[in-house]
Nanobody, 123 residues
């Protein structure tokens, strides 16, 4: 079992950067594939990015490819989401999640979720 806590959200102007962090508890953090998802008001939760256990494999949603970078530090039990060139449409609550399966974009395959952190991008 792993508990996840996100941080780093806030208000940023369009075009600016923001880095989210997700700290995991437990000694088995490195055994989980990690993902970031987001949910805007009135919309379904959508996949943003995911990273394999070793950090070698990463996948991104088309809407963030080239702007966002996911990374992890297993020694610190932390996964990051570096967001650059932010747009107003990136405004959402961002969640990190953990799964025991290989890299996947499907929310239902992620067993553990954080509480979310709000990201607001002003135009």
């Amino acid at each position: 079992q792993v508990q996840l806590v996100e941080s780093g959200g806030g208000l940023v102007q369009a075009g600016g950067p923001l880095r989210l962090s997700c700290a995991g508890s437990g000694r088995t953090f490195s055994s989980y594939t990690m993902g970031w998802f987001r949910q805007a008001p009135g919309k379904e939760r959508e996949f943003v990015a995911a990273i394999s256990r070793s950090g070698i494999t990463t996948i991104y949603a088309d809407s963030v490819k080239g702007r966002f970078t996911i990374s992890r530090d297993n020694a610190k039990n932390t996964v990051y989401l570096q967001m650059n060139s932010l747009k107003p449409e990136d405004t959402a609550v961002y969640y990190c999640a953990a799964t025991a399966v290989a890299v996947t974009t499907t929310p239902l395959q992620y067993r553990y979720w954080g509480q979310g952190t709000q990201v607001t991008v002003s135009s």
